[in-house]
């Protein structure tokens, strides 16, 4: 009842920025919480950013003070800009959404098909 559509990945010299984003589409769904996640080759998928349907933000401290997450409720996309790229950065970002069906009142978590961020010194 819900997809998720990426778009932005790309490859980013360090210190560069890039913005990643994400349109949800669906019927008889109110989405919720939306975020990105990342995951790395070797490690686990891993949280960097959420906001719910209020605007109230979780940043993993990694990036904190360097990516911003950001919304628009009219669209349910979610967007995240990320600056002063660092090689640890580089990963296969994920697109999330919680997402409520209206008939059933049944939580959905959906995801993306990820985007590719590599960052290069």
């Known amino acids: 009842q819900v997809q998720l559509v990426e778009s932005g990945g790309g490859s980013v010299q360090a210190g560069g920025s890039l913005r990643l984003s994400c349109a949800a589409s669906g019927s008889r769904t109110n989405i919720n919480k939306m975020g990105w996640y990342r995951q790395a080759p070797g490690k686990q998928r891993e949280l960097v950013a959420s906001?719910?349907?209020?605007?109230?933000?979780n940043y993993a401290d990694s990036v904190k003070g360097r990516f911003t997450i950001s919304r628009d409720n009219a669209k349910n996309t979610v967007y995240l800009q990320m600056s002063s790229l660092k090689p640890e950065d580089a990963a296969v970002y994920y697109c999330?959404?919680?997402?409520?069906?209206?008939?059933?009142?049944?939580?959905?978590?959906?995801w993306g098909q990820g985007t590719l961020v590599t960052v290069s010194s």
């Open positions: 906001i719910t349907s209020y605007g109230s933000t």
């Open positions: 999330n959404a919680g997402a409520v069906l209206l008939d059933s009142a049944r939580y959905l978590e959906v």
